[in-house]
């Protein structure tokens, strides 16, 4: 018995995984842009210059973290078309 797999399955295959990997990181994104009425770079420069809030800290630390995962995310899909696959 054999069977046949296209490249261009797998590369789609991987693209979908990490859609859905992404998915969740934007929704948390979208609630603290909701919750503080701005988007990430806003919100970094403000809570830098007002240290005094142990929430919007906290916020800040978890927001920055989502940005940096959906970075890394986004990186990995932009790559998906350049990587080798290798079968084992």
């Given at each position: 018995?054999s069977f046949?797999?296209?490249k261009?399955?797998i ?6 995984k ?14 603290f ?6 988007k ?5 420069k403000t ?7 142990y929430e919007k800290?906290?916020?800040y630390i978890e927001?920055?973290?989502?940005q940096h995962?959906l970075?890394d995310l986004?990186k990995q899909?932009a ?6 696959i290798?079968?084992?």
């Amino acid at each position: 018995m054999s069977f046949e797999i296209r490249k261009t399955e797998i590369k789609l295959y991987q693209k979908l995984k990490l859609l859905g990997d992404i998915a969740p990181i934007k929704e948390h994104i979208k609630l603290f842009e909701n919750k503080y009425n701005m988007k990430f770079a806003e919100f970094e420069k403000t809570i830098i210059n007002n240290k005094e809030s142990y929430e919007k800290w906290d916020d800040y630390i978890e927001w920055k973290a989502y940005q940096h995962k959906l970075e890394d995310l986004n990186k990995q899909y932009a790559g998906v078309e350049h990587e080798r696959i290798r079968i084992t």
